[in-house]
């Protein structure tokens, strides 16, 4: 019951933060395409369309969190957390999609002579705009993937901050075009210092993706963690041959404990049942604890 209340939680915790973001990217889109059109910015213009393939990713958030949240069954033991790795892969894929092609456009527009033209005022509050509701799309995007643990959503909300990252260049060449119209070459720079951060971010994203998706182990200290709770547990006299493994933020435990080979069995699975109760407790992001007992034997 527990852990479908965590499950459900989960569910609203992930639907609630994405719609907010599917709204506000549907505003910022527009006002961004039409303040670029009538106050004369292609720059502008250009981050309302980065902002409607935000949507995208959104969309995707939605449908794929509906999937990897769904129980157990017959032919998924283990649940559907997968879902949750391969959806990481796609949004760091999309990041990179989203900077490369930028950081291209900037260094090839870096070796001609640019000359911003002079956008009108309205360019630069739409942009400034942005840039506040994209950090706080980001900020609070952030937050809940860290409280619900996803990486998915993490990477959803550095997809956001990819979007604000990109306004400033446009920022810029805005307000440079308004003081410095010879100085053009300023958006060029920042447009390529900023797509050099979404790069790694989304390599990043990628290679965790994959990581958990090739079942990698926990750290040595989430497993020395997991050793020293369950020596806690009265009547356990040694740990050994701990495996564990990501299924999308969820960590899977199998492990053996040893006990009094005097007692029950009745009471050895009792042992082994406050292992797995204060393993499941824990703060180590465990889902699920296969435990295998065994007498204790003195070398």
């Given at each position: 019951m527990?852990?479908?209340?965590?499950i459900e939680n989960?569910k609203r915790?992930?639907?609630?933060v994405?719609?907010?973001?599917?709204?506000i990217?549907i505003f910022l889109s527009?006002?961004k395409?039409?303040?670029g059109i009538?106050g004369?910015?292609?720059a502008?213009?250009?981050d309302?369309v980065?902002?409607?393939?935000d949507l995208?990713?959104d969309?995707i958030l939605?449908i794929?969190?509906?999937?990897?949240t769904k129980?157990e069954?017959?032919n998924?033991?283990?649940?559907h957390?997968?879902i949750e790795?391969?959806t990481?892969?796609?949004?760091?894929?999309?990041v990179?999609?989203?900077?490369?092609?930028?950081?291209?456009s900037a260094i090839r527009d870096?070796k001609?002579?640019?000359?911003?033209s002079?956008?009108?005022?309205?360019?630069l509050?739409v942009a400034?705009l942005?840039?506040?509701?994209?950090?706080?799309l980001?900020r609070?995007?952030r937050?809940t993937g860290?409280?619900?643990r996803?990486?998915?959503?993490?990477?959803?909300?550095?997809h956001?901050?990819?979007?604000?990252l990109?306004t400033v260049?446009?920022l810029?060449?805005i307000?440079?075009?308004?003081?410095?119209p010879?100085?053009g070459?300023v958006?060029?720079i920042?447009?390529?210092?900023?797509s050099v951060?979404?790069i790694y971010?989304?390599?990043?994203?990628?290679?965790?993706?994959l990581?958990?998706?090739?079942d990698f182990?926990?750290s040595?200290?989430?497993?020395?963690?997991i050793?020293?709770?369950?020596?806690?547990?009265d009547?356990?006299?040694?740990v050994?041959k701990?495996?564990?493994?990501y299924m999308?933020?969820?960590l899977?435990?199998d492990?053996?404990i040893?006990?009094d080979?005097d007692?029950?069995?009745?009471?050895?699975?009792k042992?082994?049942g406050?292992?797995?109760?204060?393993?499941?407790s824990?703060?180590c992001?465990?889902s699920?604890?296969i435990?295998?007992?065994?007498p204790?034997?003195?070398?």
């Amino acid at each position: 019951m527990r852990v479908d209340n965590l499950i459900e939680n989960e569910k609203r915790e992930i639907k609630k933060v994405t719609w907010i973001s599917v709204f506000i990217n549907i505003f910022l889109s527009v006002a961004k395409i039409m303040a670029g059109i009538f106050g004369s910015s292609a720059a502008l213009i250009a981050d309302g369309v980065h902002s409607a393939s935000d949507l995208l990713s959104d969309f995707i958030l939605i449908i794929a969190s509906g999937l990897w949240t769904k129980a157990e069954d017959d032919n998924h033991p283990y649940g559907h957390r997968k879902i949750e790795n391969l959806t990481t892969l796609i949004l760091g894929i999309l990041v990179l999609i989203a900077a490369i092609p930028m950081m291209i456009s900037a260094i090839r527009d870096l070796k001609v002579n640019h000359i911003a033209s002079a956008p009108g005022r309205i360019t630069l509050i739409v942009a400034m705009l942005s840039l506040i509701l994209k950090e706080f799309l980001f900020r609070v995007t952030r937050s809940t993937g860290k409280r619900i643990r996803s990486q998915a959503v993490i990477a959803n909300a550095w997809h956001h901050r990819s979007d604000a990252l990109s306004t400033v260049p446009v920022l810029v060449s805005i307000l440079v075009a308004m003081l410095y119209p010879e100085w053009g070459f300023v958006d060029e720079i920042g447009a390529i210092i900023v797509s050099v951060m979404l790069i790694y971010m989304g390599i990043r994203f990628i290679c965790h993706a994959l990581k958990c998706m090739l079942d990698f182990a926990a750290s040595e200290d989430v497993i020395e963690r997991i050793k020293g709770k369950s020596f806690k547990v009265d009547g356990v006299m040694d740990v050994h041959k701990v495996r564990t493994r990501y299924m999308g933020s969820s960590l899977f435990i199998d492990m053996h404990i040893e006990v009094d080979p005097d007692i029950s069995v009745r009471k050895g699975h009792k042992i082994a049942g406050i292992v797995k109760k204060e393993l499941l407790s824990s703060d180590c992001e465990v889902s699920d604890v296969i435990i295998h007992i065994e007498p204790f034997e003195k070398l």
